[in-house]
């Protein structure tokens, strides 16, 4: 009897500590002056926002979204955006795209048919850290993680996630990764280098997210495509 109660205590904690929220203090919201924005990117080395639009502008912003530098791309829908020290990549519906990071030349296309990414929902993209492989978080019936070799992309492995999800975008920062669910208003925290162990999730109150990513050194920055602002929040 003595252990089958001490069974449902422990029971009990681990339920709380797994689905228990936390939740996100607004701060600050900023209204953006393009009129699609889609992705958006904090680029530590850059101390700057990068803006990816559903119109094809590619933008680099300092902190308080005043343009530095732009291009349009004809013709071209982009809907994901990540930023290393080097270049910039970009999904399309079709490609995946890497350009200088200077001048937003084109580099490099490879399609998305090529990764066998078509298909599939792409809720964001990310080196990862620990494996050093680029992550597309990809969505179908349930949530998985592809993982390419950044150098040919070939893949090397997939992931699938156990808990079930539907209206997602998601970023990384350093060994995390941010999962939002729209539908739940929630961010929830994974521990990359703990085979994506996970950590923490908030709730969040603003309206449909589109993107999101982290300014050092503890804010979470939303995007809404919707309203065209951009939402900060402090994580306690």
């Avoid at 539907?166 to 703990?194: E, G, H, M, P, W």
């Amino acid at each position: 009897m003595k252990i089958r109660f001490l069974f449902l205590i422990m029971t009990s904690f681990i339920s709380c500590h797994e689905y228990s929220s936390f939740k996100l203090d607004e701060i600050e919201v900023k209204r953006l002056e393009f009129a699609k924005p889609m992705s958006i990117f904090y680029s530590i080395n850059d101390t700057a926002f990068y803006i990816a639009t559903l119109d094809g502008i590619i933008a680099k912003c300092d902190t308080n979204f005043s343009i530095l530098t732009q291009k349009k791309l004809n013709q071209t829908n982009f809907s994901h955006i990540f930023v290393d020290e080097v270049f910039v990549y970009l999904i399309t519906s079709k490609d995946l795209l890497k350009l200088d990071k200077s001048y937003f030349e084109l580099k490099s296309q490879i399609p998305l048919s090529k990764l066998n990414l078509l298909g599939f929902k792409i809720v964001g993209f990310y080196l990862n850290p620990v494996t050093k492989t680029f992550d597309f978080v990809v969505i179908k019936k349930e949530l998985k993680i592809f993982q390419f070799d950044p150098v040919d992309f070939k893949r090397t492995k997939v992931l699938t996630f156990k808990k079930s999800y539907k209206a997602l975008v998601c970023f990384s920062y350093r060994k995390y990764l941010y999962l939002i669910d729209n539908q739940t208003s929630s961010v929830d925290i994974f521990d990359i280098s703990k085979s994506f162990e996970f950590v923490k999730s908030y709730k969040f109150s603003a309206p449909e997210i589109s993107s999101g990513s982290f300014l050092p050194p503890n804010k979470i920055v939303l995007l809404s495509t919707q309203t065209r602002r951009v939402f900060f929040f402090l994580m306690k």
